[in-house]
């Protein structure tokens, strides 16, 4: 058995990703059988319009932040309550802080953001100043609408700077220096 698939893959797609009879998982798509008795299948399909979430992302300043990961999916909890989003579409920011995301479903979904370009230049952050998806936090979308002014505001990270050495004031090479955000 197959499961047929249709997927927008245009620049800026507009429709939503859908499974033969409607299903919006391969896991919950119908089987498609071919036999030798009948090796072609004519199967017809009709796209719903997708759920569209736009917004901006600038640092505290005002000045806008390009190339961040803007990421979308259903909030779920592992077996030990651990929440988590199951991603289900992501983009990034254009040279203005600009995104556009594309959804495949309605409901009540998280929205992140995470840097792209390395060394970081901020943390990651769900929508409305959640540092955890633990936190509540989200957004409603519908099939065919625009949810706009998803917006986040991050505060960029400092620099360090220094020199390592040994006792003697010798330069150390060959090691790493890393630091960690405390929560």
Known sequence: PFRI???DLSPSPRYQT???????????ASDILFDKDHPIQVID??????SVITGRVVYTDGTPVAQAGVFAGIPMADEAGQVFLQQ?????TDSNGYYTLTLPLSGTVGVGILDQVYPNRFSWQYYDNVTFPQQPMSVTVALGSVTPDINFQVQPYGIISGRLTDEQGNPISNTVVSWHQLM
């Open 18 to 28: 859908e499974y033969y009879e409607n299903s919006i998982s391969a896991w919950q």
């Open 45 to 50: 399909a009709q796209l719903a319009i997708a």
């Open 88 to 92: 289900s579409s992501d983009t990034s």
């Open 5 to 7: 698939g249709f997927f």
